[in-house]
């Protein structure tokens, strides 16, 4: 592995990029980022390589154009009231960006508890639609801070379902489930290995694999040679610092 951190991008910027290779070619579905490098990252591919993806404004409205982060939307398509969103789910025509409080090496997220559920230490968003979302479309994940703490042998109780669980329940569970990757602010990961699990896919430019080990809190299969992220182009720079987020809020997620 060679190469030298661009100068001219951010940490924040190189995991914009990584989030927005995850819809990369998807079609005509629906994207649902969750977070503020998500929210960008799904941006900036409907402006570049996918631009046929369908995105919200977080609420129930489909938008034809692609604001600002923050910004209300100038064009209004259509009209997704939350029935229709749980009815488009299980079609499969969604490709969703959570994030986790816990992931293990299989891919089952943690957004609920923290300890026993019975007395959890720290009570946290609970459940929600993660089973629902992970079972019937892909689910990626966001960690803006890549720590052991994060990355788990165990998650104290499974929101989003990984591999293992999915192949225990059966071809019901398997049918629609996909994890396609997971980005933090070390590099991007997946799952594709013979027994589905977590696999250091890319390194952010100045990120060591050493470092990823340290922070990851299982044993992570690592490629002999692990390739960096692909570096943003002058042009998607440009879609972001001055298009997408001029506020700059890719940088408080993720501060240089």
């Not at 799952?191 to 299982?218: I, N």
Request: hydrophobic content about 40%; some cysteine; glycine content about 8%.
């Amino acid at each position: 592995m060679s190469g030298t951190e661009n100068p001219r991008a951010s940490r924040a910027e190189y995991c914009v990029v990584a989030c927005a290779e995850a819809w990369r070619d998807a079609g005509e579905i629906l994207a649902s980022p969750m977070g503020t490098i998500p929210s960008i990252g799904a941006r900036l591919a409907k402006l570049t390589f996918s631009p046929d993806l369908l995105l919200t404004d977080g609420e129930a409205l489909l938008i034809g154009d692609v604001p600002a982060i923050g910004a209300a939307p100038g064009v209004v398509e259509g009209w997704l009231p939350y029935r229709q969103h749980l009815a488009l789910v299980t079609t499969g025509r969604r490709h969703v960006m959570m994030g986790a409080s816990q992931i293990d090496r299989y891919g089952n997220q943690n957004i609920s508890c923290i300890g026993d559920w019975a007395r959890p230490k720290r009570q946290l968003l609970g459940v929600r639609g993660a089973p629902v979302n992970s079972l019937n479309n892909p689910t990626s994940y966001w960690v803006p801070k890549h720590s052991a703490r994060v990355f788990v042998e165990k998650v104290d109780m499974v929101s989003g379902v990984g591999y293992d669980r999915a192949a225990a329940a059966g071809p019901s569970a398997t049918r629609y489930h996909r994890v396609p990757e997971v980005v933090s602010d070390l590099g991007v990961f997946d799952f594709d290995t013979p027994d589905r699990t977590m696999r250091l896919r890319s390194l952010h430019p100045g990120v060591t694999v050493e470092q990823v080990r340290e922070a990851t809190g299982f044993t992570l299969e690592v490629p002999d040679e692990v390739p960096y992220t692909r570096e943003p182009t002058a042009d998607e720079l440009r879609l972001i610092r001055t298009e997408i987020d001029p506020k700059g809020l890719r940088e408080r997620e993720v501060p240089s």
